[in-house]
């Protein structure tokens, strides 16, 4: 459940958060009951250890509200934080992705580093093997250069292989591109690619994380971010990947988040191939050019980098440039009844601001 959106908050509710962030055992789900149960994170952290118990969290939680290292943690990213080149975003606020916000569980806080206005634009994702072939490396750069060409947002998980292509093949065309950690964004991994994300970073891209700014590489955070990677994008595409691939994952997270997925095919003989084959087999869209990716997302070809949204005011507008929507998609993402949503729908489509093709509604873009 979303909580409602705020302005803004104080600077005793920010270190709040972000020590609330950093306890053991407070994933978003329970970073979210707690700020619904006490009404803020200052209040949750200073109500007594009963009250916290009464919502079932571990007795660990309670216990480290007030340990050195919390605090420390706290006060070492509100400095992060005064460089104007890092953001937080907070999943209340209006400035969070719109399409993340939708996932079962968005993270509730997310630290950037480059420009997090780029996280509203229409986003593609680009995974597959770290150990790919040189083929699948070549096959990834053609993509992902023709899709940040078409004005799509490149996003990745910065790893070796395929994300590393992508990146920096958007790059290489003056494209965006959105680089999601599974650590903090001061302990990157892999090192390899370290450059490569100071270049993001240096040209107008960004690199984010939802973990703690110190978090090092442990493997269970890796196929967390990846739902961040497809709750992000309209789609997710597969270049190459085995069928123990993490790609896998993320393109299962994108099937269940209601997002396209795209799986490119190989030689039946190339093990690099079979997860991709596997997807397909699964109901991914088969591809072969980038015209059968834009075919399902038509409305967003050709979109200019700078693309602004329109009528911000206009909920239903501003979901759309988000991402496709069914009229009863937009209905349960704004709150409004049906009969109003389609209401509102005509209205937009008679202004020329939006269309409809197979039942779902795209926003036009000029």
Known sequence: MMMPVSASVSPAELEARLRLHRLPEVGPKRFTKLLEAFGSASKAISAPAS?????GLPAACAEARRCPEVRDGASHALRWLERPDQHLLMWDHPDYPALLAQIPDPPPLLFVAGDPQILEKPQLAMVGSRRASRPGMDTA?????????????????LALGIDAAAHQAALDVGGQTVGVLGTGLENFYPQRNRRLADAMIASGSAVLSEFPLNTGPTASNFPRRNRIISGLSLGVLVVEASVASGSLITARLAAEQGREVYAIPGS??????????????????????????????????????????????????????????????????????????LAALTELEMDGRAVCENGRWFARVS
């Open 51 to 55: 009250a916290w118990r009464s919502l």
């Open 141 to 157: 750069a053609a993509f992902s250069r023709s899709l940040a060409g078409a004005g799509f947002v490149i996003t990745s998980g």
């Open 268 to 341: 039946i003989h190339h093990p690099g191939a079979r997860g991709c084959h596997q997807l397909i087999r699964d109901g991914a869209v088969l591809v072969e050019t980038i015209e059968h990716i834009l075919e399902a997302l038509r409305g967003w070809q050709h979109l200019p980098v700078s693309t602004a949204v329109a009528n911000p005011d206009n909920p239903l507008l501003r979901l759309l440039h988000a991402a496709p929507h069914t009229s009863e998609g937009l209905a349960d993402s704004s709150g409004w009844a049906l009969p109003k949503v």
